[in-house]
């Protein structure tokens, strides 16, 4: 079986992998059924920051592979789905996989990291907000494929996946069934996520994430000129350059790492901390990133008047194969013939050939969709003293946030708009 990821700020995320074979059971693993609110759940903050620490890692991995290139992948989707995948794991395959994703295992039972993640998954289906946020889970399975009814239950229960049956034998009508399914769930953003099949595939595990929201202050279209992106200090590049003038919005110079956090919200549960590296700094700012660092962001900004704000406006998307990423953060075993993911269907004979990750990232006037909107034209009145222009005209990094459970949901480094 094949794992796919696929994600992005207006994205989806699909994981198909293959199996392995055990004595049909999960394990100790998970009670099926259990009150959301257990006590001795992994914290929504809990685990939060544990998701940070793999985004962290896992962009650090990124970056040695796509030097000066642009970065964008949602590290909530590839954590969540790589713990469904660990539903199914048992023995050395188990341990790696929730290891990797940052888990101490002799602190947190496995049974409160899948109630953790499925608390998550509520808190951010929630109804109602301004933001759209849509995730899910699905199984594609060969329908001669017999899946354990625990590893079903288990499933629906704790990640709310669904189980679809599909004939890999025939796979180009399987790939346009997974492909059009990646479609429909991401808006469209995310297309043609698989690009084959081979006739070795069992079952894809798809995991997708899509995002939408509307910039609590908007930028205003007619603001938005073409000027000078430097890619580095010889070579720039044409961008459409949104700008707002008199924006009050949370700010914080980071003296330590020489680099400005800018912070703007969302009309409702989230916001986009945008960090730009002074020139020269930009190495020393991704060495640093970390939970804590994130943290020390969060917790030293406060609002600003900022007298001039320039942001390019981008659509800019990416795709990775992690099967040759994911092992440098400690999860290899499923990827081997040693691989034991005996609880999905009680044999050994299932490994994980291929994790494919893809990630749309839109960032426009009326927030992460280019739409029809209504700015606010602000009108400098007087000459200032000392303004503030902070101008995201070189590389920069940007970090999409749900506010109610601090959940880091994209990542970004904006090497090159264009």
């Known amino acids: 079986m094949t794992l796919f990821v696929t994600l992005g700020l207006l994205t989806a995320g699909i994981f198909p992998a293959v199996l392995c074979q055990q004595d049909g059971t999960l394990g100790s693993n998970t009670e099926v059924q259990g009150d959301q609110n257990n006590g001795t759940q992994v914290d929504s903050l809990t685990l939060a920051t544990i998701n940070t620490d793999f985004a962290f890692s896992l962009y650090k991995e990124l970056v040695l592979k796509n030097p000066d290139k642009n970065i964008v992948f949602s590290p909530f989707s590839i954590s969540f789905a790589l713990a469904f995948l660990s539903l199914g794991a048992s023995s050395n395959t188990l341990e790696e996989i929730l290891e990797g994703l940052k888990f101490n295992l002799t602190e947190t039972p496995e049974a409160d990291i899948h109630r953790g993640f499925g608390h998550l998954l509520h808190m951010l289906s929630q109804p109602g907000d301004q933001v759209q946020i849509s995730t899910g889970s699905a199984m594609f399975v060969e329908k001669n494929l017999q899946i354990l009814a625990e590893f079903k239950e288990k499933a629906k229960a704790l990640y709310q996946a669904e189980a679809i049956t599909v004939n890999f034998q025939q796979p180009h009508e399987a790939k346009n069934l997974i492909n059009d399914y990646v479609s429909k769930h991401t808006q469209g953003k995310i297309k043609d996520?698989?690009?084959?099949?081979?006739?070795?595939?069992?079952?894809?595990?798809?995991?997708?994430?899509?995002?939408?929201?509307?910039?609590?202050?908007?930028?205003?279209?007619?603001?938005?000129?073409?000027?000078?992106?430097?890619?580095?200090?010889?070579?720039?590049?044409?961008?459409?350059?949104?700008?707002?003038?008199?924006?009050?919005?949370?700010?914080?110079?980071?003296?330590?790492?020489?680099?400005?956090?800018?912070?703007?919200?969302?009309?409702?549960?989230?916001?986009?901390?945008?960090?730009?590296?002074?020139?020269?700094?930009?190495?020393?700012?991704?060495?640093?990133?970390?939970?804590?660092?994130?943290?020390?962001?969060?917790?030293s900004l406060e609002p600003r008047m900022i007298d001039e704000l320039y942001l390019p406006k981008f659509s800019i998307s990416t795709d990775y194969s992690l099967e040759g990423i994911l092992p440098q953060l400690g999860i290899r075993e499923v990827f081997s013939t040693q691989a034991d993911l005996s609880g999905i269907t009680g044999a050994k004979d299932l490994r994980v050939?291929?994790?494919?990750?893809?990630?749309?990232?839109?960032?426009?006037?009326?927030?992460?969709?280019?739409?029809?909107?209504?700015?606010?034209?602000?009108?400098?009145?007087?000459?200032?003293?000392?303004?503030?222009?902070?101008?995201?005209?070189?590389?920069?990094?940007?970090?999409?946030?749900d506010t109610n459970t601090q959940s880091l949901l994209f990542l970004a480094k904006i090497t090159n708009p264009k």
């Open 193 to 299: 996520l698989i690009s084959d099949l081979d006739d070795q595939t069992l079952m894809v595990l798809v995991n997708y994430i899509y995002f939408k929201g509307k910039w609590d202050t908007l930028f205003d279209p007619q603001d938005t000129v073409k000027s000078e992106f430097h890619l580095n200090k010889k070579r720039t590049v044409k961008v459409p350059m949104m700008s707002i003038e008199d924006l009050t919005t949370p700010y914080f110079w980071d003296e330590e790492l020489s680099c400005s956090v800018v912070e703007l919200k969302y009309t409702g549960n989230a916001s986009a901390l945008f960090i730009l590296p002074d020139e020269g700094s930009m190495q020393k700012v991704e060495a640093s990133l970390q939970p804590e660092t994130l943290r020390r962001w969060k917790d």
């Open 353 to 401: 050939s291929q994790v494919v990750h893809k990630a749309v990232l839109e960032v426009a006037e009326a927030g992460t969709e280019a739409a029809a909107a209504t700015g606010f034209k602000f009108v400098l009145l007087s000459q200032k003293v000392n303004p503030l222009i902070v101008s995201f005209s070189r590389p920069f990094f940007m970090i999409l946030l």
